[in-house]
Structures are given as C-alpha cells and as structure tokens.
C-alpha cells in the first residue's frame, strides 16, 4: 500500500480503530484542546500522536546513527517564498482555458475543489515549465495560509534557509507551526530544515504530519524520499518518489532520482 494511502486511511474518520485517534483528534482538531493544554504541551501531544502514527505506518526510523550513509548529492527544490500575482493584462494575453467556476463554494471548499482541478492537470504535464506553471498555482494555494503573521514568518523562514541561517529559519517555523498547527506548508517546510540539519526523527514527524493536512503534498514526498535515500533505505525511497513521480511527472528532480534508483535497483537485480 501507498505511503499516501497509508495517511490517508489514518484520519480520524477511518482511525477508530487506533489506540490513539482520541489524543490525535484533540490534538489535531479539536482547537480548544490548545488552549486548556497550552500551545507547548499542546504541540508536545500532537508529536507523539504523530509518531505513534509514523510507527504504525511500518516506518521504523530508529538508530539513525548506525543506519546513515555518507551524505548524498540529492538536488534540491527551489522553495518559493511568495508567488507574484500576474498582471491582469499579462493574463489576458495568454491562451485563455475554460476555468471552472467556484464562485458558488464557500472558501475552504473553493480552495479543495481548486487544488482538485490543479492536481489533474499536472499529471497530464510532460514538459518542466507546463509543469511548473501549474505547480505554481498549486504553490500559491498552499502558501496562503489565511493569515498575515503566519504568512510573514513562513516567508522569514523559507528567506532565511536560502540564506543559510538555520537557526533563524528554525525560529521562524517553529513559530509557523505553534501558531497554526493545522497549516501543512508550515510542516513540510518544517520537516525539510531537519532533515537539512541531520534530525531525521523530527523530519520524518513532521513530514508525516504535512502529508496527513495534504496527502498530495509533493514536496513532503521528496524530502520523505530524501530521508530514505540518505538512510541507505532505496527500496522504501523509490516507492515515495514514485508517488511523488504520479502527482508531479514533470518535475526534473523527481523523475531524476526515481530513474536513478530504479537503474540501480534493477541493476543489483540482475
């Protein structure tokens, strides 16, 4: 079964079965958990709901100090700070598609059924920049997280990993995902810096967590797949890369690795 399958059949509505759905959905959904258990044991539960969850999904990420191999040569996707909105005239001038009409939906609705229509389109997409082009306005989407503060911090953060400052960028997210837990960009973004920064437990926690607000988060996939990667894990990466490989074909990072370690895996098979 698929990591996104996998995720998704643990939401709360299938989870009643699991030991912990009832921390998990106070954690996760029940917003004035936060306030009586104060946001730092808050988000302190909501972790280890998260992990008992990562474990439970069949991924064992223990002994990370044995198991890591020498640092790979993986390459990177470009995160964007913000996405400009095009110039109304610019849009006129482009080849004009027939564009569903959301106008009836309330926002949340609107912004899934939006994500919906986006999502089957970039599958469709062969070349890189047709790709990019709609992953840009997926990007849009997941970068408005309705709020201004969070927006701002999620930026700082994004603007100071570019920078190198780590320290900084961790500041920053860790204030990203207090303030709105429920923001799965937060999470991805979140994940990456630990994974940059070798806390593979942290990484793959919050990775989980993004891929459990949005399955089809691409970019939690790739840094999933790096993870593996890293831990010498290549059987368990390609499969993530795979789903990956089937949101987003075009991608010239995905597709790379993917092709790398099926030559390889192949080749050790013959």
């Known amino acids: 079964m698929s990591l996104i399958r996998r995720i998704r059949d643990l939401r709360p509505a299938k989870a009643k079965s699991l030991s912990i759905h009832a921390v998990f959905t106070a954690s996760l959904y ?24 990562t474990l439970l999904l069949g991924v064992s990420f223990t002994g990370f100090a044995q ?9 990177e996707i470009e995160l964007p700070e913000f996405i400009e909105e095009k110039d109304p005239l610019e849009e006129e001038a482009e080849v004009k598609e027939e564009r569903p009409d959301y106008s009836h939906l309330p926002p949340k609705a609107e912004k899934r059924a939006r994500l919906d229509d986006l999502f089957e389109k970039l599958k469709t997409k062969e070349e890189a920049e047709d790709g990019n082009l709609i992953a840009e306005e997926i990007w849009a989407i997941w970068l408005d997280s309705g709020s201004a503060s969070v927006d701002v911090l999620l930026r700082r953060g994004t603007a100071a990993g570019k920078q190198g400052d780590r320290k900084l960028a961790r ?6 995902t207090t303030i709105m837990p429920d923001y799965a960009e937060g999470w991805a973004r ?5 994974y940059e920064q070798q806390d593979y437990n942290r990484a793959v926690v919050e990775l989980t967590q993004a891929l459990i607000l949005e399955p089809r988060h691409f970019y939690a996939l790739w840094s999933m797949g790096n993870i593996l990667e890293s831990l010498g894990r290549q059987d368990e990466a390609l499969k993530v890369y795979r789903e990956a490989f089937e949101l987003y074909p075009s991608m010239p990072q995905i597709k790379q690795r993917k092709e790398a370690l099926e030559a390889t895996l192949e080749g050790a098979i013959l």
């Open 190 to 194: 979140s994940g990456r810096l630990a």
């Open 67 to 75: 198991e890591t191999q020498e640092p790979l040569e993986i390459p």
């Open 171 to 176: 500041r920053m997210y860790d204030h990203v």
């Open 30 to 53: 029940d917003a004035p958990c936060q306030t009586r258990l104060g946001a730092s044991v808050y988000l302190e539960v909501m972790k280890k709901a998260i992990l008992a969850i």
